[in-house]
């Protein structure tokens, strides 16, 4: 049996003023979310980053965003790149003591394992990093701005006592989206 609603003649069936509102701000909520951004990817509108959600400080270094607090995507494929370290294609450390030379030598592998499934930065949304000196670590931080530009992930770095050899000086994981 189905429960059927019956009108009287005059009375209003419209929704509340509350429902009305909280439809609308549902919506709104929505279609902010959906939006693009200029820091896209190349496929706009599946990835938004959100440096500055409400309550939260933009975090900015050198009047840069550094990471985005929030990164929401509408892809399907999900991709996992782990232990990067600063080697070369022959397995040999790059950079020893050099933090800049390390970013840079990470960020040209993590280069390479996104090319291999048809992704690049833009298509990163989430970053962990592992470092053994934050004071060497923050000296290296424009270099890895030069690799995602404007399409900072969400990220977190740690300071770790060692990595896999004390020749190491970071280690980054990423995860990036593509559809």
């Not at 670590?137 to 992930?153: C, H, I, M, Q």
Request: proline share 5%; net charge neutral.
């Amino acid at each position: 049996m189905h429960d059927q609603k019956t009108v009287a003649a005059g009375e209003d069936e419209s929704p509340s003023r509350r429902q009305l509102i909280s439809t609308l701000a549902v919506g709104a909520a929505a279609a902010a979310v959906a939006a693009p951004s200029p820091s896209q990817g190349a496929q706009a509108g599946t990835i938004q980053r959100i440096p500055d959600p409400p309550g939260l400080q933009r975090p900015q270094a050198n009047g840069k965003d550094t990471y985005a607090h929030v990164v929401v995507t509408t892809r399907r494929r999900t991709i996992y790149i782990a232990g990067q370290l600063a080697r070369d294609a022959q397995g040999n450390v790059v950079g020893k003591g050099d933090m800049r030379a390390q970013v840079r030598q990470v960020c040209e592998n993590i280069k390479a394992a996104l090319a291999a499934v048809g992704a690049t930065f833009a298509d990163v949304v989430q970053m962990q990093t592992f470092v053994t000196s934050w004071a060497e670590y923050r000296k290296a931080s424009d270099v890895r701005l030069e690799y995602f530009g404007a399409a900072v992930p969400a990220s977190t770095a740690l300071q770790v006592s060692e990595l896999a050899s004390p020749d190491f000086m970071v280690e980054i994981n990423v995860i990036a989206a593509l559809d």
